[in-house]
């Protein structure tokens, strides 16, 4: 099992460790096709308001699993894994944009949490003045 300390920061790492406990437990390592492959966190492009944008979101490739059963018993058992404060998608499934969708959803935040990465604020030529 692979396990972050509750002080850790950013916390998509314990997105990160609900991942590769859920593969661990399913036998996942021995049946996907090729690897477990993180295709986006703090980069890309998303909806606009996505919680990508505060480094509270991971995706993760899901086509190479080895069926759709698995796809949605791996879901399942990280949103256990997570618990309720975590949304778990799985996105545009059967579709060419498939992967699972993980984010630690702000509005379930505790009090006083400080929730990670600051916005990312483009600068502006008056910003910079
Ligand atoms: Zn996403």
Known sequence: MLKVANQV????LVIVAALVNAALEM???KTIHGDMLI?????GEHK?????????????R?????GVKEKHE??????????ERYDVILE?????????????DPSHARA??????????????AARA
């Open 74 to 83: 791996f879901a399942f058992r990280v949103k256990q894994r997570l618990g």
């Open 92 to 104: 545009d499934l059967g579709g060419p944009n498939e992967h699972l969708h993980v984010e630690l």
């Open 48 to 60: 606009r308001n996505s919680a990508h944008y505060s480094g509270l979101a991971v995706d993760m």
């Open 112 to 125: 006083g949490e400080p929730l990670e990465v600051p916005r990312v604020v483009k600068r502006t030529a």
């Open 39 to 43: 295709t986006s966190a703090l980069d």
């Open 62 to 66: 899901t086509k190479n699993f080895p």
């Open 27 to 29: 036998g996942l390592f």
């Open 9 to 12: 920061r950013p916390k998509s």
